[in-house]
């Protein structure tokens, strides 16, 4: 009788919990197919691999949908909504100091503002990035096409350096008009 205890077990346990989470499975539902696994290997007597073959080709065939990674892409909403503030702002101040206005709050909101817009954009750039890997990582996984993420993924984590770009053109301009 095999036991759950036992180090082929074990391995093939950690290498069907690895695969899962690979495929963004819950927490919760790798506890309950372990759970399931362990109780039909103590009951049976089998061991894992006779009884249920290949850990990946199982967790595979198992179909259990990853989880919903919403929170994510909120937050790189919220790093786009504040790289697209930050930039007005610094469009708004810079241009004051291209004016001739060079007073101390001038210069502190437009190096404020372009502090804020960097940090955004690295952390969408990030937020980004992150969304493309997870999406390709389930296309490899569960065979669902990644769709516009894949054909698009370098543009789309250049797209929020425009915003960097966009104001050292200003600054460079109105450098040169000064």
């Not at 346990?13 to 927490?27: A, C, D, I, N």
């Not at 790189?76 to 930050?86: G, K, P, R």
């Not at 543009?155 to 600054?171: E, G, K, N, S, T």
Request: proline share 3%; charged share 15%.
């Amino acid at each position: 009788m095999t036991h759950v205890g036992h180090a082929h077990h074990r391995r093939w346990t950690e290498e069907f919990s690895h695969e899962l989470r690979l495929r963004q499975v819950s927490g919760e539902d790798i506890n309950e197919a372990i759970s399931t696994v362990d109780e039909h290997l103590n009951d049976s007597g089998e061991s894992a691999s006779d009884a249920f073959g290949n850990p990946r080709d199982y967790a595979a065939s198992l179909g259990l949908s990853p989880t919903d990674d919403g929170p994510a892409r909120g937050q790189v909403l919220v790093a786009a909504f504040v790289a697209t503030l930050s930039f007005l702002a610094f469009g708004l101040a810079v241009s004051r100091w291209i004016s001739g206005e060079g007073s101390s709050t001038v210069i502190i909101c437009t190096l404020g503002a372009g502090a804020i817009m960097l940090s955004a954009s690295a952390l969408l750039t990030l937020g980004i990035a992150k969304q493309i890997v997870e999406a390709t990582v389930r296309e490899r996984f569960t065979g669902v096409s990644a769709g516009a993420w894949s054909r698009y993924a370098p543009a789309a984590i250049a797209v929020p350096w425009v915003f960097p770009i966009f104001a050292a053109v200003i600054v460079a301009v109105g450098v040169l008009r000064a």
